[in-house]
């Protein structure tokens, strides 16, 4: 596993209690290849795994771009191939992906980041389109700076909608918005996004991260980490679950956090008027 800093296509810098992963391609408006994916899943590893990190940034270099998604180069390989050009998975196409093994219905190609356990946040700084746009659409909040641009992308270039975005893009914004977004691969503003629920908050574009890293910071003040890591586990699993069920599990989940310090912090805390002490997540090391 490289050590913090270590990438080519990617940068990762950690200032506790936050984490920014930088896509670092502005000269192709950050799209990815398959070295930038596995950079990713190494870099989401690390920060997933060091204890000052709270909650995770995800984002672009520059201001034109989040990320165009796909390389056109790969892109136009995978379809004068015909599609037969499957790239190795070790390239970063296929796992192992980051994340908890409890998720692993989630940890496919573009949508791991519902697997980490931690926070993340995806600061939309500019293009957002294709790959990308699955890809920040799995990250858990959508920050946006008032410049950005949000693009499906996939009918205008023949394509279907790919790597489950026909799945969870209905879980955020509703099925017509989906679809309509879907079929005209229209571009859709900051305003728009935020309008619709992509996006959970839109600023200019020079308040981008510290927004997201006051979140955050927010967070690591008040919230438990182990609290926000099984409510995070539990919003997706249950997506896919009956409603029975998923208070079935929560009950069980809820009578063995008793038996963890955080509630008596939690309730001591709000007893002596001060801000909690939760511990950070002890996370065993990566493979």
Avoid at 57 to 62: E, M, N, S
Avoid at 85 to 110: C, I, K, N
Avoid at 221 to 247: C, I, T
């Amino acid at each position: 596993m490289p050590a913090t800093g270590a990438f080519e296509d990617v940068r990762l810098d950690i200032d506790d209690p936050v984490a920014v992963v930088t896509i670092d391609r502005p000269g192709s408006m950050n799209a990815f290849r398959g070295q930038t994916l596995r950079e990713l899943h190494q870099a989401f590893t690390l920060a997933e795994h060091d204890r000052r990190v709270v909650g995770i940034v995800l984002t672009g270099a520059g201001d034109r771009a989040f990320s165009a998604g796909l390389d056109v180069a790969v892109l136009h390989a995978q379809v004068t191939s015909g599609g037969t050009a499957t790239p190795p998975v070790d390239e970063g196409w296929g796992g192992p992906f980051p994340g908890s093994p409890a998720m692993a219905d989630l940890q496919r190609m573009l949508t791991w980041p519902m697997a980490i356990r931690k926070p993340v946040i995806a600061a939309v700084n500019g293009v957002c389109a294709g790959g990308a746009f699955l890809l920040a659409a799995a990250c858990d909040l959508r920050f946006a700076a008032d410049t950005a641009r949000f693009t499906t992308v996939y009918s205008r270039r023949g394509l279907i909608a790919e790597q489950g975005v026909s799945w969870l893009l209905p879980r955020l914004v509703g099925p017509a918005h989906a679809l309509d977004l879907l079929w005209s691969s229209r571009v859709v503003s900051a305003p728009e996004a935020l309008a619709i629920g992509l996006a959970q908050r839109v600023v200019p574009p020079d308040r981008l991260l510290d927004e997201c890293r006051a979140y955050i910071a927010k967070l690591a003040r008040l919230a438990s980490p182990h609290s926000m890591m099984v409510s995070k586990q539990l919003v997706y699993q249950h997506l896919q679950r009956d409603l029975g069920e998923a208070v079935d599990q929560t009950d069980r989940l809820m009578r063995e956090s008793f038996r963890r310090p955080d509630p008596v912090e939690g309730a001591t805390a709000f007893l002596e008027r001060r801000e909690p002490r939760f511990d950070r997540l002890d996370l065993l090391p990566p493979a």
